[in-house]
């Protein structure tokens, strides 16, 4: 009897001295990973060449794409015939505002993989005066860690003015900048 209550002392004191031990403090801070950050690339604005209708006919097409979210942009494209005749339109001139929407965009950086837009445009046709068009493209765009994105597209419009083309088709393959 003697042997347990020495026994029970001792797990006693024991346990009172180890409850009387300054609690310790574990502190945890929770850091933004900047690796994510750093890796992909930064800015909401774009610009972009199609490069294709400049080594092709020789024209002008250059894009600017603001990013409003991972999933859509608004954008404006200024075409300019730089040649003395183009086989694909008879345009010397055109602005055409879009709204694109991209698909299947997991990444954070966004505004990147396939694409559906809708676009109009405004265009100076030959012998003719100011020409109206609606139109959609699909196309698919990718973007480099460095910012720098290559996009192939294709479309179709139709003019809504009268003049004696029905439509028009915008092909290309564009490289640029996101800044």
């Known amino acids: 009897m003697k042997k347990t209550l020495f026994q029970s002392i001792i797990f006693l004191t024991a346990f009172y001295g180890f409850s009387q031990e300054e609690e310790k403090v574990v502190k945890v801070a929770v850091v933004k990973d900047s690796s994510l950050e750093a890796t992909y690339p930064k800015g909401d604005n774009e610009i972009r060449l199609n490069a294709l209708s400049f080594l092709v006919v020789e024209d002008i097409n250059i894009f600017y794409e603001k990013i409003l979210n991972k999933s859509n942009s608004l954008g404006l494209s200024m075409f300019i015939n730089a040649g003395d005749y183009d086989p694909l339109t008879d345009r010397k001139f055109a602005i055409n505002p879009y709204y694109r929407f991209y698909f299947y965009n997991s990444k954070e950086y966004g505004a990147r993989g396939f694409f559906v837009e809708g676009f109009s445009s405004f265009a100076s046709v030959e012998n003719e005066s100011l020409q109206i068009s609606l139109g959609m493209t699909i196309g698919q765009k990718w973007v480099t860690t460095n910012g720098f994105s290559f996009e192939l597209f294709a479309g179709l419009a139709r003019y809504v003015t009268e003049t004696s083309?029905?439509?028009?088709?915008?092909?290309?393959?564009?490289?640029?900048?996101?800044?």
Do not use: Q, T
Not at 170 to 176: E, L, S, T
């Open 165 to 179: 083309l029905e439509a028009h088709a915008p092909i290309g393959i564009a490289v640029g900048k996101r800044f």
